[in-house]
């Protein structure tokens, strides 16, 4: 088999296990206050955790108890408390961002107490 044959085997072959990016519905928070981030009332708290040294973490909507670690937080710079639609690889307990569209946002009931 030439070498050419072989290269384009292989590639192809890589190409049909790389993750492919889903759409996930979740709150952008942080990993101080963890799962505590997904609702609209936590938004000044994860701000001030995020500036203050904390990693940016992606909370399923759906259940608000999965959370991914995001290792590209520069994608969603700006978004930080909101609800928002990504899409995005997920690797074990790891998200990749490749793109973010903010949602209409639900209204925040006052949040009692602090962090």
């Known amino acids: ?6 290269m384009s085997i292989v590639l192809v072959s890589a190409s049909a296990f790389a993750a492919k990016p889903h759409v996930y519905k979740g709150w952008v928070g942080d990993s101080h206050c963890g799962v505590k981030s997904a609702s ?14 904390a990693d940016y973490i992606f909370v399923l ?5 999965t959370m991914y670690t995001v290792d590209n937080p520069k994608s969603l710079k700006g978004h930080e408390g909101h609800l928002v639609q ?7 307990n790891k998200i990749h961002v ?12 006052m949040q009692k107490g602090g962090m």
């Open 1 to 6: 088999m030439n070498k050419l044959a072989l």
């Open 40 to 53: 609209a009332s936590h938004m000044a708290c994860a701000v001030k955790c995020l500036k203050g040294g």
């Open 61 to 65: 909507d759906s259940d608000k108890k």
């Open 86 to 92: 990504v899409t995005a690889v997920v690797t074990g």
């Open 98 to 109: 490749n793109g973010v569209k903010m949602l209409k946002q639900p209204t925040a009931p």
